[in-house]
């Protein structure tokens, strides 16, 4: 831990100038009103020449101060005694080095009286006097030091904390949707077995076709977590067009989205399972022709997106999105880790029958590149 606080930045000599001067300043103005209440006025200029030197040699002893008690910290450590030791015989070699400037200082500005004592004995007795008043500010740049030392630290570690969840939450939005590609394939190439068990070979041929380029667009986008509407869209449809030939005329698919939202940002491949799962539950159980709507509007602040289907609705084993797959649990996990409480998602049935499945985003454009090149 010294370690680190020895390599840690300086202050800068103006500000270390700045802070004795006003310190000079402050004592100097002390003395001259000090004395003119004892009836003895003193020009501000003359207690200015008494007590700014004093105060001055205390910004040459700052960075020598700062370097030793970084050297031996007295405040933490396995050592800290003897950093007590070190910095306590420092601070009175500062006091004492003081002591003499100032009475050099002194004695040339009202030149030698009979009554001076010798300049080491009265250096003595000053020192004496003073180092329990001016040792204090020794450990209080010390102090400072430390407590800026200390400070920093903790910015940094609440910084590296701060990288660490974001890389964190990052990695475990890459592992949700390298979860879901699989699972998307997975599901693709069922349908094609499907078909090829059924004869339908040309079908086939055109859902492997289909197949390549959603998985193109699926590479294209693996390094990407929220994209413009309608992109996301844009692979809906191919996906659609894919379950269109499993399904024929037993699925009827519309997409209803709101001109303003085309441009909102919305999480990658976030659309896809929701479909997915009501065309799993709503449509493929029934022989009849079954509907799916997919919808998106602004509604305040916040971007709706609504699939819907018009099937049996949820069995009560399906009623959280937990239990009904992979699809709806990272969908689920995916918008809290992207927005926390900003976003919300449930899956419920509806009123006049089917089931609906709404996602709530913060409406957010897209950037500028991505709404150009769309």
């Known amino acids: 831990m010294s370690g680190r606080r020895a390599h840690s930045a300086y202050p800068r000599w103006w500000v270390i100038l700045a802070i004795w001067t006003a310190w000079g300043l402050l ?6 009103v000090y004395v003119r209440l004892g009836g003895k006025p003193m020009p501000f200029l003359t207690a200015l020449r008494l007590n ?28 800290w005694p003897r950093g007590v030791a070190v910095n306590l015989l420092a601070s009175a070699v500062a006091v004492f080095l003081e002591v003499l400037l100032v009475i050099v ?11 001076d004592d010798p300049l080491f004995v009265a250096e003595l007795r000053n020192f004496v006097w003073w180092f329990p008043l001016d ?10 030091d430390y407590g800026v030392a200390h400070y920093r630290r903790l910015q940094e570690r609440e910084v590296r904390a701060s990288q660490l969840e974001a890389q964190l939450s990052e990695a475990r939005l890459q592992a949700l949707k390298m979860q879901l590609q699989p699972h998307f394939l997975f599901n693709a190439l069922h ?12 079908l086939a041929v055109r859902v492997v076709a289909g197949l390549g380029d959603l998985l193109r667009r699926v590479l294209d986008g693996a390094s990407t977590q929220e994209v413009p509407l309608k992109q996301e869209l844009e692979f809906l449809r191919s996906y659609l067009d894919i379950e269109q030939i499993r399904f024929g005329e037993r699925l009827k698919a519309v997409v209803d989205a709101e001109a303003e939202t085309l441009d909102a940002q919305v999480p990658y491949l976030i659309l896809q399972p929701l479909v997915e799962n009501a065309i799993r539950h709503g449509i493929a159980p029934r022989s009849t022709v079954g509907r799916l709507l997919i919808s998106a509007r602004r509604i305040n602040g916040s971007l709706h997106l609504t699939v819907r289907d018009d099937g ?21 996990a995916r918008l809290r880790q992207l927005y926390g409480d900003e976003a919300s998602f449930e899956v419920v049935n509806a009123g006049d029958g089917g089931a609906i499945a709404h996602v709530v985003l913060p409406f957010r454009l897209a950037a500028a590149d991505w709404q150009g090149g769309s």
């Open 191 to 202: 349908t094609i077995g499907q078909l090829i068990r059924t004869g339908q070979d040309a």
């Open 27 to 32: 004592l100097s103005t002390q003395v001259a």
């Open 52 to 79: 700014m030197p004093g105060a001055l040699v205390w910004a040459i002893f700052t960075p020598a101060a700062i370097w030793l008690a970084r050297r031996y910290p007295p405040f933490e450590g396995p050592h």
């Open 105 to 115: 200082n002194q004695r040339w500005i009202r030149g030698p009286m009979p009554s």
């Open 135 to 144: 040792g204090w500010l020794y450990w209080a740049i010390v102090a400072g």
């Open 312 to 332: 049996a609705g949820l069995a009560s084993v399906l009623e959280s999105p937990e239990s009904r797959g992979v699809g709806l649990t990272n969908t689920s």
